[in-house]
Each structure stands twice: as structure tokens, then as C-alpha cells.
């Protein structure tokens, strides 16, 4: 069974501090996606990775997938109150067709 | 990407009844996903639903409990059967894509006095 092991599970700091969020797994991924999502609203892809090692920038957010395709991670430089949400990373399992999501990291950012 | 409607947005309803909760997307998909999350926390994968063939349930998931419909490529239904206040939480569905990238609903919050 492939699992996802995401952390810190909860997350508040000020406006302007850095932080990482983690993914990590014993399983190799063939891809691995991150999500945010707001209250109210379904979660929202921001990046899908697909090559060990490949780094992607979004605006202030980094993410990177490790060498081995085994982990990720997502890290926002000068947080802003907008970043607040709940992040998810979703790897790209055995089957073609399924998801395995991570716990999920709640984060806010206090103005 | 791909915008998707739900209805309804959110429900009380009482316990032993039933709720149909409908997926509409504004183009064609071939694998359509009902996901259960309680607030703040992870998701939880109940079933795939294939138009044309009987919906793919998850461990811990039945059909009897959860039926599916998915009619045509655009549309899909979840009912929720016999409710209890256990099956209290937010359903959403999704629609996957290339790498399975998952485009979701806003939901269909649900409490079940």
C-alpha cells in the first residue's frame, strides 16, 4: 500500500516568514501534484511534478520533487494572509487512474 | 481544466433519509471521482465512477450505501442512503486529466441531524 506522509500537519506563522511543507513516501511516484484549498471550495491544483529532481516556481512558491520520485516539497518565501488555505500533495499511485493523498498541512498566515 | 458545478451547495437532512447529491461538468470526461473530507482534513476516495459501467468503490464503501449514476460523459449523482450523523461531511466530486490531475466541485456540504 503506497502512502503519503505530509507534514507539518498545521502551520501558523506572521506574514512574511518563510516555510516548507513536506511530502514523503517509501513508494516511488510517477508524478505528484499540490493542491490548495480554501473554505468552502474544492482544492485547487497548483503544480503537477514529474521528473526526480525537477523544481517548479509559482510566483513566491517553490516545489520540488525529489531525485527518487519518493518525496516533495513546497516552499513559500515571504507568506502572505492569501497563502492561508489547507495544502494538499497527491501522488500518482500503482493504478493509472488513483490518487494517494497526503494528510494535508493547514497553514496560516496572521497579518 | 474543467468547471464543475454541484448540487446542492449544502444540506441538513434527517437521519434514515436520503440525499442526491448531483457532479455537472462543462465538457467531456471519462473518469468522474467522489471524494468525502471532513473539514480540514484529507481527502477520502469513495468510488469512480465510468460512464457506462458500474462505479469502482473504495474499501470501507458500499453501492447499497453509496449508489452512483453516471448517465453520460457530462454528469454524474451520488446518493447518500440511510443517512446517520456519521455521514456528516463534505462530498466532492472530481474529474481527472492528464497525470490524473483532479479538477474539483465546491462541494456539497452535508449534516445529518
Known amino acids: 500500500t503506497q502512502l503519503l506522509e505530509q507534514s507539518p500537519q498545521f502551520l501558523s506563522i506572521q506574514e512574511g516568514e518563510n516555510l516548507t511543507v513536506y511530502c514523503n513516501s517509501s513508494s516511488v511516484f510517477s508524478s505528484l501534484q499540490w493542491y490548495r484549498q480554501e473554505p468552502g471550495e474544492g482544492p485547487v491544483l497548483l503544480v503537477t511534478?514529474?521528473?526526480g529532481g525537477e523544481v517548479k516556481k509559482l510566483k513566491r512558491l517553490t516545489f520540488q520533487f525529489g531525485d527518487a520520485r519518493k518525496d516533495s516539497s513546497l516552499h513559500i518565501t515571504a507568506a502572505q494572509p492569501g497563502d492561508t488555505g489547507l495544502y494538499l500533495c497527491?501522488?500518482?499511485?500503482?493504478?493509472?487512474?488513483?490518487?494517494?493523498w497526503g494528510a494535508g498541512t493547514k497553514l496560516i498566515i496572521k497579518p | 481544466s474543467a468547471v464543475i458545478s454541484q448540487k446542492p451547495s449544502r444540506d441538513i437532512c434527517q437521519r434514515g433519509t436520503s440525499l442526491t447529491i448531483q457532479c455537472q461538468v462543462d465538457s467531456q470526461v471519462t473518469m468522474m471521482f467522489w471524494y468525502r473530507q471532513q473539514p480540514g482534513q484529507s481527502l477520502t476516495l469513495i468510488a469512480t465512477a465510468n460512464q457506462g459501467s458500474e462505479a469502482t468503490y473504495e474499501s470501507g464503501f458500499v453501492i447499497d450505501k453509496f449508489p452512483i449514476s453516471r448517465p453520460n460523459l457530462t454528469f454524474s449523482t451520488l446518493t447518500v442512503s440511510n443517512m446517520s450523523p456519521e455521514d456528516s461531511s463534505i462530498y466532492l466530486c472530481s474529474v481527472g486529466t492528464v497525470y490524473n490531475e483532479q479538477f474539483f466541485g465546491p462541494g456539497t456540504r452535508l449534516t445529518v441531524l
Open positions: 511534478v514529474v521528473t
Open positions: 497527491a501522488g500518482q499511485g500503482d493504478s493509472n487512474y488513483q490518487l494517494i
